[in-house]
């Protein structure tokens, strides 16, 4: 073979490789390429709109888990914070980034404003929970109406009214927001004088104060009176806090129960609510995955 020829065919060889290595690196560009797009593609997981800031209740978590578990567990779930608590959990909320969003006051249910006998005590402590309260940035405690005992319902509403004013300057100067709560007369809680969002708000009218509202139990008000997305969003001023459980039983809030609670949740969205939402209902299955589920829910 003459030394010419072996020349062409080392040439024609050479020029065979590099076209073989361009193809391939091309290949191998279009498969990254295409693993790219495809990773790209692949839904990941979604975080939570936030349109409804949610909280939770203690007897929404497994029994026996410790405060610093639900924390965590609070935290990974894209919740704000926990309802019901004192200055003593306080520090570890905190350290989670976590709020207590609604801190509790009083002298229990049945004890409250609507009695002037109990004026004295419920304006000490009520206005030393708003001071622990604004000195650790949250926003909300809670006080009640009491019990009627006989007492006829526009009695108790003057009362509370008297009394809540003793503390109104005092809640707008520290920007805390104090929230009487409704509850039903009808099963739960027997012979309690807020029982209906009307007498609420009328009081919170009379009050006068930004800072004092309503926390409004939507399984509760439910079970008194119904009507809860009209009554919701002809109140909304009035309202500074919300609890969610299922009705029948204050169960869970999924499709065994007779609330639709994604259309309640969409209500409050429309309404320009910008307070929190926190669950306040005893599961009867896996308590962590319907806590997820109630979240899910509620996130429209």
Same mark, same amino acid.
């Given at each position: ?30 498969? %990254?390429? =295409?693993?790219?797009?495809? @990773?790209? #593609?692949?839904? $990941? !997981? ?5 349109? +409804? ?68 005590? %419920?304006? =000490?402590?009520?206005?030393? @929970?708003? #001071?622990?309260? $604004? !000195? ?5 405690? +809670? ?88 009554? +919701? ?68």
């Amino acid at each position: 073979m003459s030394h010419l020829s072996e020349q062409r065919r080392s040439s024609v060889s050479r020029r065979d490789l590099l076209k073989g290595v361009a193809g391939g690196a091309a290949l191998a560009a279009i498969g %990254l390429s =295409a693993r790219a797009a495809a @990773a790209e #593609e692949k839904p $990941a !997981a979604s975080p939570l709109k936030g349109r +409804i800031k949610q909280g939770a209740c203690g007897g929404v978590f497994p029994k026996g888990l410790s405060f610093e578990d639900k924390c965590k567990l609070m935290k990974d779930l894209g919740l704000y914070g926990h309802d019901l608590l004192g200055p003593k959990e306080f520090d570890t909320l905190k350290k989670y980034g976590l709020l207590c969003t609604m801190v509790r006051s009083g002298l229990g249910i049945a004890k409250g404003f609507n009695r002037k006998e109990n004026h004295e005590a %419920l304006v =000490a402590s009520t206005k030393e @929970a708003i #001071e622990a309260t $604004a !000195a650790a940035g949250f926003p909300n405690i +809670i006080v009640m109406s009491g019990n009627r005992e006989g007492m006829a319902d526009d009695v108790g509403q003057a009362n509370c009214v008297e009394g809540l004013k003793k503390i109104a300057a005092f809640a707008e100067e520290k920007k805390v927001n104090v929230c009487m709560e409704l509850l039903n007369s009808k099963r739960n809680h027997k012979d309690y004088m807020c029982d209906h969002t009307a007498w609420g708000a009328e009081m919170c009218k009379k009050v006068g104060s930004p800072r004092v509202k309503l926390l409004y139990d939507i399984y509760h008000m439910q079970v008194q009176e119904g009507d809860v997305i009209a009554t +919701i969003k002809e109140n909304i001023q009035y309202i500074g806090h919300f609890h969610t459980a299922g009705v029948p039983g204050r169960h869970e809030i999924d499709d065994s129960q007779e609330l639709y609670y994604p259309a309640i949740m969409r209500a409050i969205v429309d309404a320009k609510y910008d307070g929190y939402v926190s669950h306040e209902y005893s599961p009867t299955k896996d308590a962590i995955e319907s806590l997820k589920k109630s979240i899910a829910i509620c996130d429209v």
